[in-house]
């Protein structure tokens, strides 16, 4: 889907990670990645939404476009983990994986 992005990123003052996607919201994913870092977020993943495979998070419906939804938070830094060219990125209770 054109200009469905999804940044996982992690604010150290407050020591907690966030998932967010937007849908029509910005034209390209530095746009939304510059969003994040001027609330405070330091941005630790960024993509397009046909680069990820949904483990336990779903895409969320496209009808009313240029919106950011939240999508998860935790305390601490998001776990990144790396298998055989694919990189699982969690918050909390919840991830997605990425095909490198």
Not at 6 to 35: H, L, N, P
Not at 36 to 51: A, P, T, W
Not at 61 to 71: A, D, G, L, R, V
Not at 80 to 88: A, C, F, L, S, V
Request: aromatic share 12%; hydrophobic share 35%; charged share 25%.
């Amino acid at each position: 889907m054109a200009n469905y992005y999804r940044i996982t990123a992690y604010c150290e003052e407050k020591d907690f990670s966030a998932i967010f996607d937007c849908y029509g919201m910005f034209e390209k994913k530095w746009q939304f990645s510059v969003f994040i870092k001027e609330h405070g977020m330091r941005i630790i993943e960024v993509n397009d939404y046909d680069q990820i495979e949904e483990v336990n998070l779903q895409k969320r419906p496209t009808e009313n476009p240029k919106q950011i939804i939240y999508q998860a938070s935790a305390m601490g830094k998001p776990q990144i983990t790396e298998t055989n060219g694919r990189k699982t990125v969690t918050v909390g209770d919840k991830s997605y994986i990425i095909t490198l």
